[in-house]
């Protein structure tokens, strides 16, 4: 993937290095400790600092990642990541302008082993996640390294999938489909409630596609193989078997591979995210 000279999203907040250990500051709960990281954030302040002044003890701090010009991360991985964000600005900018509407930018957040987020305390044990509710990406880019050697995931454009994912999560959110469905999933029992999330994250999948679609001068022989790979390998039937359990359709939140790779390549194919509307396909 030539993913190399594009313009690096400057939406990027690099709490890498900022760790904060659990042991540490427990006391103070989510709130509080998300009150750490922003009051770091504002006033440059090392946040071990500030949580051993309300809550004591000590912990090595990781060195923080280098930065790069106008703040972006000065690593390759973290480059990466922003120069991906910068492309997915692009096709929502143009696609939303094209509806008449404005696209509102999501802030990807990096950060090593756990976070704060508006939806509670983010890991890296659960993976990439969109919190709707600050409109952040988080992202631990260990990730990235599960993937290809867990997942059998290899490739640039596997984990550019990754991020475009999470970003169609926001276009959901934008255009009031996440809280929607939210509200159906409230007043319906658990197996509807499931299946409506297994559509949410095949729409997500597809609107990934379309991201791919519109960015098809940047990919490469093997490119697109890479994406159906990754969406194949964290399909809910393929983590089951994984995990050495059976494979049950009722307790999916995602979507089968199959399903995964289809609404991937529909988006691709098309280009289009009317396309995507997994709601009213009868068949996933």
């Known amino acids: 993937m030539r993913w190399q000279g594009g313009r690096a999203s400057r939406n990027v907040e690099d709490r890498r ?47 923080p990642p280098p930065r790069g010009a106008e703040g ?72 990235f390294d599960d993937l290809d050697r867990r997942f059998g995931a290899e490739g640039d454009f596997a984990r550019a999938y990754v991020i475009a994912h999470e970003v169609g999560h926001h276009v959901q959110n934008l255009l009031g489909i996440s809280d929607h469905v939210r509200g159906l999933q409230q007043r319906t029992s658990a197996a509807e409630a499931n299946e409506l999330s297994v559509r949410m994250e095949l729409q997500a999948d597809c609107l990934a596609g379309v991201w791919g679609a519109t960015h098809r001068d940047l990919l490469e022989p093997g490119d697109v193989e890479e994406g159906m790979g990754a969406a194949a390998a964290i399909g809910d039937d393929t983590l089951q078997r994984r995990g050495g359990g059976e494979v049950q359709p009722e307790s999916w939140t995602h979507g089968s591979s199959d399903q995964r790779v289809r609404w991937l390549r529909r988006g691709l194919d098309s280009g289009d995210p009317d396309a995507c509307d997994t709601f009213a396909a009868a068949a996933l």
């Not at 954030?41 to 949580?51: A, E």
């Not at 964000?85 to 090593?112: C, I, K």
């Open 72 to 143: 972006v991360p000065g690593d390759e991985a973290g480059e990466f990541a922003a120069t991906i964000l910068g492309f997915t600005e692009e096709t929502w900018t143009e696609s939303f302008a094209r509806r008449g509407t404005e696209y509102r930018e999501p802030t990807l957040v990096l950060f090593d082993r756990a976070t704060p987020s508006a939806c509670g305390f983010g890991s890296a044990a659960v993976g990439p996640f969109y919190c709707p509710a600050d409109e952040r990406i988080y992202l631990d880019l260990t990730f």
């Open 17 to 63: 290095g900022m760790r904060i250990p659990m042991g540490r500051g427990a006391g103070l709960g989510c709130g509080g400790l998300l009150l750490v990281v922003v009051i770091a954030l504002l006033t440059g302040t090392d946040p071990m600092q500030l949580l051993d002044a309300v809550g004591g003890g000590s912990a090595s701090v990781q060195q």
